[in-house]
């Protein structure tokens, strides 16, 4: 558990507080400059939602593994139905969705050494439903299903390994924060760049998305080391090997993971996976870029 709870001690009014508020008043600035009330009213909303979602990231983080095991269960599910209304996936592989997810997640917590098992129920089931399914895009759906399957459940599984390693729950803050920073930073730090044309025009891949920028990539990336700066400030005791380095490769690596989420979203034909968070998606709006820091965070902390 935490050797120094921010709840009870002055490391969260400190270090974490005015953090957040000189952010906020960072991103105020472009809010309250924006020449349109519409773009202005949409700031507010994502900033509205960022504060929520950072909060219950917080809270159960520090409230221990139950907690963030029950945040991690309703993330995958939700999750899982926003694939299935943006893919018009059938009952039958949204049943067979739920329980490889449980399936998962079981495993994940008891049997963690068989996680290997999980890839081949996943190949069992998706043969399965390629039986019964008698539409002419069977092998589209089962290819939907084991995307979906390994891209949220399998990835996101590595939540809860990391919170059984030593300091696992402060890790496991770290990976929150890095995670959410580097998704909202890109955002206004592509507005502050917005005069730079010639740089803030150049796409990464125009044809997946064409607003993810070079500019917003090294958003990423600030948003990544500004968020670990936070947290191991605000928790000096977390020991990690090079975490601005860590950091910068979290950040690299959470762009990628947006870059994924947009391309499933532009296959379906949808520009956002819901609307969970006022002005800012849905569930896999919001843990698209988790789904690989997560993963990369595990093996770092296990070999390094």
């Known amino acids: 558990m935490f050797s120094q709870n921010p709840f009870i001690t002055p490391y969260l009014y400190i270090v974490l507080i005015p953090a957040i508020l000189c952010f906020t008043a960072i991103i105020g600035e472009f809010i309250w400059h924006a020449h349109k009330e519409e773009q202005r009213k949409k700031s507010l909303m994502r900033i509205a939602s960022w504060f929520v979602i950072s909060y219950i990231l917080l809270i159960s983080a520090f409230a221990g593994k139950d907690i963030s095991f029950m945040l991690l269960v309703v993330v995958v599910g939700i999750a899982l139905l926003e694939i299935r209304t943006m893919s018009n996936q059938t009952i039958t592989y949204f049943v067979a969705s739920v329980f490889c997810a449980a399936s998962t997640l079981g495993v994940g917590v008891y ?65 929150y924060y890095i995670a959410t920073w580097s998704d909202i930073v890109p955002f206004y730090f592509a507005k502050a760049c917005s005069k730079y044309k010639w740089f803030n025009t150049r796409k990464i891949a125009p044809h997946i998305n064409k607003e993810k920028t070079y500019v917003g990539a090294l958003g990423n990336i600030i948003g990544a080391v500004l968020a670990a700066a936070v947290i191991l400030a605000l928790l000096p005791n977390l020991k990690i090997k090079a975490p601005f380095f860590l950091a910068l490769l979290l950040g690299i690596v959470g762009s990628l993971g947006d870059l994924i989420g947009s391309m499933v979203k532009r296959s379906f034909g949808y520009k956002e996976s819901g609307s969970l968070f006022p002005g800012m998606g849905g569930i896999i709006d919001r843990i698209d870029s988790s789904t690989l820091i997560v993963v990369v965070m595990y093996y770092w902390i296990v070999l390094f």
């Not at 539409?135 to 599984?157: C, D, Q, Y």
Request: proline residues 2%; hydrophobic residues 55%; glycine residues 6%.
């Open 111 to 175: 049997f963690n050494q068989y996680m290997g098992s999980v890839l081949l129920l996943y190949g069992i089931v998706a043969s399965v439903c390629m039986l019964t399914d008698q539409t002419e895009k069977r092998f589209h759906n089962a290819g939907v299903f084991l995307f979906s399957m390994i891209w949220i459940p399998f990835t996101l599984v590595y939540f809860i390994f990391i919170v059984n390693q030593a300091q696992g729950l402060e890790i496991l803050l770290l990976v």
